[in-house]
C-alpha cells in the first residue's frame, strides 16, 4: 500500500534508522531481484515473510539472501498434521480469494518442512499462534540447548469475516467448517485439494486449542 509506505515514512524510525520501505506486489518470480535491487545479497540476520497469501511459494523462492533467523506467518486454522499451502497464484489478494479472510498462507507442518529443505530448524512459534520461528543450522547448537520445549500454538486469532463483512467471533475448529470447499495444494501428494478429503487435520492438542510439543 502506498499510503503505508507514506505513512512509515514519515515516522521517526525512518530517518532515524535509514529505514527503506518500499510498495510492491510479491511474487515467488521478483523476490530475489527485488532483494538485490535493494543490495540485500548476501547473509542478513532477520527475514520476516507476512504477506496473507504466498508466503510458502516466497520463502522457497528466496535464495539470494540466508537470514540467520527467519520469522514466516502460517494459517494456524490449517491445522498441524498436514502440509498444505494455497495454489500459487501470483495475484492472490486475501479478502478477494475468499470473504472469510481464512483462507490464505500454509499450514505449520509445511513451513517446517520446507525449513527443513533450506537448511533451517523450527523453533516454535508464537503463543497467539500466527507466526513460526526457523534458526539457520549452523547457528541451532547455540539456540536449542536454551530451550526447555519447542512449542507451536493453536490460533487464538478470531478475525474471520462474514458474505457482508461482519466480524463472525468464530474460533477453534468452526473456522475449519468455513472453509471446507476451498481449493488447497497438499506439498506431500502435489495435488490440489479440500480439506474435507484430508480427514483428520489436527492433533488432539491443536484441536482443544493447546500447545503441541514438536519432536
Given at each position: 500500500?502506498?499510503?503505508?509506505?507514506?505513512?512509515?515514512?514519515?515516522?521517526d524510525?525512518?530517518?532515524?534508522?535509514?529505514?527503506?520501505?518500499?510498495?510492491?506486489?510479491?511474487?515467488?518470480?521478483?523476490?530475489?531481484?527485488?532483494?538485490?535491487?535493494?543490495?540485500?545479497?548476501?547473509?542478513?540476520?532477520?527475514?520476516?515473510?507476512?504477506?496473507?497469501?504466498?508466503?510458502?511459494?516466497?520463502?522457497?523462492?528466496?535464495?539470494?539472501?540466508?537470514?540467520?533467523?527467519?520469522?514466516?506467518?502460517?494459517?494456524?486454522?490449517?491445522?498441524?498434521?498436514?502440509?498444505?499451502?494455497?495454489?500459487?497464484?501470483?495475484?492472490?489478494?486475501?479478502?478477494?480469494?475468499?470473504?472469510?479472510?481464512?483462507?490464505?498462507?500454509?499450514?505449520?507442518?509445511?513451513?517446517?518442512?520446507?525449513?527443513?529443505?533450506?537448511?533451517?530448524?523450527?523453533?516454535?512459534?508464537?503463543?497467539?499462534?500466527?507466526n513460526?520461528?526457523?534458526?539457520?543450522?549452523?547457528?541451532?547448537?547455540?539456540?536449542?540447548?536454551l530451550?526447555?520445549?519447542?512449542?507451536?500454538?493453536p490460533?487464538?486469532?478470531?478475525e474471520?469475516?462474514?458474505?457482508?463483512?461482519?466480524?463472525?467471533?468464530?474460533s477453534?475448529s468452526?473456522?475449519?467448517?468455513?472453509?471446507?470447499?476451498?481449493?488447497?495444494?497438499?506439498?506431500?501428494?502435489?495435488?490440489?485439494?479440500?480439506i474435507?478429503?484430508?480427514?483428520?487435520?489436527?492433533?488432539?492438542?491443536?484441536?482443544?486449542?493447546?500447545?503441541?510439543?514438536?519432536?
Open positions: 500500500s502506498d499510503n503505508y509506505i507514506k505513512d512509515i515514512k514519515n515516522q524510525i525512518s530517518w532515524r534508522f535509514e529505514l527503506n520501505a518500499i510498495s510492491s506486489h510479491i511474487t515467488k518470480d521478483n523476490i530475489n531481484s527485488m532483494l538485490e535491487k535493494n543490495k540485500m545479497t548476501s547473509d542478513i540476520g532477520l527475514l520476516s515473510i507476512d504477506i496473507d497469501g504466498n508466503d510458502y511459494y516466497v520463502w522457497r523462492s528466496i535464495d539470494i539472501v540466508r537470514p540467520v533467523i527467519a520469522v514466516v506467518e502460517y494459517n494456524a486454522v490449517l491445522g498441524d498434521l498436514h502440509s498444505i499451502t494455497v495454489p500459487y497464484n501470483p495475484s492472490f489478494f486475501r479478502t478477494k480469494a475468499h470473504y472469510s479472510n481464512l483462507y490464505f498462507g500454509a499450514s505449520l507442518k509445511a513451513l517446517v518442512d520446507l525449513g527443513k529443505e533450506k537448511g533451517y530448524t523450527f523453533i516454535g512459534t508464537n503463543t497467539n499462534g500466527v513460526a520461528f526457523f534458526i539457520r543450522n549452523d547457528y541451532a547448537p547455540k539456540i536449542i540447548p530451550l526447555s520445549s519447542v512449542s507451536a500454538y490460533s487464538r486469532f478470531r474471520a469475516r462474514g458474505k457482508n463483512g461482519e466480524l463472525m467471533l468464530v477453534g468452526d473456522r475449519l467448517e468455513i472453509i471446507k470447499d476451498c481449493q488447497f495444494f497438499n506439498l506431500t501428494t502435489e495435488e490440489n485439494i479440500n474435507k478429503k484430508l480427514g483428520k487435520i489436527y492433533s488432539s492438542e491443536w484441536e482443544s486449542g493447546e500447545r503441541n510439543n514438536f519432536k
